[in-house]
């Protein structure tokens, strides 16, 4: 990704937190339900707060997403398992909310924010001394007595200014430069081999597939049919993919009020799958939904 469009993707990310983040750069693996199936998405953290956590993914996810998320936080003593909701989705950067949190974990990430937040010890320079004052307090100094500072002292003023300026532009320099790496290293992780074409489905007798059936759900009888006394079989053309899951439904026959309701029934059937010369393989065929009134 080119610097132009790292710089744009940031300036269409709007930050609507109240609370500061902090820098953190760990691998963070995100779990999301794919089809009810958990699937992991390997990322990098970038920012945490006592509320969330900035993530860049090599995957996709969509805000209002419920996510799993594992990273292991200095000073946690091993990984950490946080649930979290997606509130935003730019390219390959996320921001998660985090959702119900532990109080140990709750704890340790306010601890650990705490830290970073908290300003470093040290102890304070005299400015009494105009010899032992480091020229950045002499820069900010008030002189004594009403008398204007010499013209030396205005020099040393704006050299201590531009040593400043220059540390935080170095600073903002090296940070903005190693967040640019790691976001080069996930893209060059995510894979760019096209996928294999799919053989045809095969076509299956529906006794075969019915007899491989792991998880039936049964149809909910619509009301209005019920009090109609609307009854009768919805035949249904559906395409079973390779790993035993429904790919596709549609219907071929039967009543329009009943038909809705088999199709929904359907999709969340489960089968063991099919072998095609000892190889799980995507089939064909025809299932039958029986709607009886009471």
């Known amino acids: 990704m080119s610097t132009a469009a790292a710089q744009a993707l940031v300036r269409g990310v709007r930050n609507t937190r109240q609370v500061p983040r902090f820098p953190l750069a760990v691998p963070a693996d995100v779990i999301v339900l794919r089809s009810g199936i958990p699937c992991s998405i390997p990322g990098r953290s970038v920012s945490i707060g006592e509320h969330g956590l900035g993530v860049v993914l090599a995957g996709e996810v969509h805000p209002g997403d419920s996510v799993a998320i594992e990273l292991r936080l200095p000073g946690a003593g091993g990984r950490v398992r946080l649930s979290a909701v997606v509130r935003y989705q730019a390219l390959l950067r996320c921001g998660f909310e985090f959702l119900n949190l532990t109080a140990e974990q709750r704890t340790l990430i306010e601890q ?3 830290k970073r937040s908290a300003p470093s ?6 400015v009494s001394n105009p010899q032992t004052t480091s020229p950045l307090r002499m820069a900010m100094a008030v002189p004594l007595g009403g008398t204007m500072p010499d013209r030396k002292s205005h020099g040393t003023r704006f ?3 531009w040593i ?10 090296l940070g903005w430069w190693r967040w640019y ?4 290293e996930l893209e060059s992780q ?6 294999l074409p799919q053989p045809p489905p095969t076509t299956v007798p529906a006794e075969v597939m019915e007899a491989l059936v792991t998880h039936k759900v049964e149809p909910i009888y619509p009301e209005a049919a019920r009090q109609a006394n609307i009854q009768g079989v919805v035949v249904l053309d559906v395409v079973i993919a ?3 899951t429904v790919a596709d439904v549609r219907p071929i026959s039967g009543p329009d009020e009943l038909t809705s309701a088999a199709v929904d029934a359907v999709k969340w059937w489960r089968f ?4 095609a010369n000892g190889q799980p393989a995507p089939v064909k065929t025809t299932l039958a939904v029986d709607f009886q009134g009471n």
């Open 190 to 195: 995510i894979p760019v081999n096209q996928p």
């Open 242 to 244: 390779s790993d035993g």
């Open 121 to 126: 010890s040290g102890t304070a320079l005299p």
């Open 159 to 161: 050299r201590a200014l």
């Open 181 to 184: 790496r790691a976001w080069n």
């Open 164 to 173: 400043v300026l220059a540390g935080a532009l170095l600073l903002g320099g």
């Open 112 to 114: 650990w924010t705490e």
């Open 272 to 275: 063991q799958p099919y072998l």
